[in-house]
């Protein structure tokens, strides 16, 4: 059982779920004197199953096509070809990505859209597409990882737009323009994600080398890459100043991670990029904590 959950990357879905629910109450809170019906509640649930199983599936079809590097790459955690077959991994994509597209398709009939049930297999089919092509195209499946990390926090607004005060008929961009603390939480979120994906690549260098695949650091290469990742770091870092609100959380939550992100090379870590990757991911949590409890608009 472990090692399906592992190769589900049941933290990141543990992360995922915990934000979508976070979002949900938030904006909640947003409107107080709107009354959120009672299959609202269900909807939501289903919505969560729905995003789990295909982040799910996308982590298991890239596990998939980087059988070859992870080999290289993730020598003691590799799971396809040690603990699970890569036939039983196949197996349980499809079952993955057929359960979610069933809940995708019950959970459009219930909001009365079909436009909801094409996000799915849209999504389903680019998340494929990035494993077979985007992963190795230098920074656009970067770019690609950090859009989807943000639509996560979206799809909460955008499925449950009419609940929160959204009138159909009205552009959804004037929607965020409205609520601004929703916009800016995703462009947080995708900037750290961004500088993230490029640290991940260097971490996967040899590995991703050995399958012949072109990411950011190998046609790059990796000094020219480290210095892509710090101005993409200083990027999110001044976009952070202009958008943070000058409160003690807003400077302890964001500037300081921000700083310890940049000093680390020059200290006896160095270019650890195994610890600069955890430590982003922490500090996008931390950033999107004090967008959903500190920050006001």
Same mark, same amino acid.
């Given at each position: ?38 299959? %609202? ?71 009365? %859209?079909?436009?909801?049930?094409? +996000? ?8 494929? &597409? #990035? ?15 950090? +859009?989807?990390?943000?639509? &996560? ?9 009419? !609940? ?13 323009? !409205?609520?601004? %603390?929703?916009?800016?939480? *995703? ?7 961004? #500088? ?16 012949? *695949? ?33 409160? +003690? ?5 964001? %500037? ?38 500190? #920050?006001?608009?």
């Amino acid at each position: 059982m472990g090692a399906w959950l592992n190769l589900c990357r049941w933290k990141n879905l543990s992360i995922i779920s915990i934000t979508q629910i976070l979002v949900f109450f938030y904006l909640n809170k947003l409107t107080p004197c709107i009354s959120i019906e009672p299959d %609202s509640n269900t909807n939501f649930i289903l919505l969560i199953f729905c995003t789990v199983l295909l982040a799910a599936g996308g982590f298991i079809i890239n596990d998939l096509f980087d059988e070859v590097s992870d080999h290289y790459n993730k020598t003691d955690t590799k799971i396809i070809g040690n603990k699970i077959s890569f036939k039983s991994a196949q197996v349980f994509y499809i079952l993955t990505v057929l359960t979610g597209n069933i809940i995708a398709l019950v959970l459009s009939i219930r909001l009365n %859209s079909l436009v909801e049930y094409f +996000i799915y297999p849209t999504i389903v089919f680019l998340l494929w &597409v #990035y494993s077979y092509k985007l992963k190795c195209t230098p920074l656009a499946g970067n770019l690609f990882v950090s +859009i989807f990390t943000s639509g &996560v926090i979206l799809i909460i607004p955008y499925a449950f737009r009419n !609940e929160f005060n959204l009138n159909s008929t009205k552009p959804f961009l004037t929607y965020l323009q !409205e609520n601004k %603390s929703i916009l800016l939480m *995703c462009l947080f979120t995708f900037s750290i994600n961004f #500088y993230r994906e490029v640290v991940k690549d260097l971490e996967d260098l040899a590995g991703d080398k050995i399958q012949g *695949c072109q990411t950011t650091a190998i046609y790059f290469g990796e000094a020219k890459t480290r210095i892509i990742s710090r101005i993409i770091l200083l990027t999110h870092f001044l976009l952070t100043i202009l958008i943070i609100q000058i409160t +003690i959380p807003g400077i302890i939550l964001i %500037s300081i991670p921000a700083l310890i992100l940049f000093i680390m090379p020059y200290t006896s870590l160095g270019w650890n990029y195994k610890i600069l990757s955890l430590s982003s991911k922490l500090y996008m949590i931390l950033g999107l904590i004090y967008f959903l409890t500190n #920050y006001h608009v």
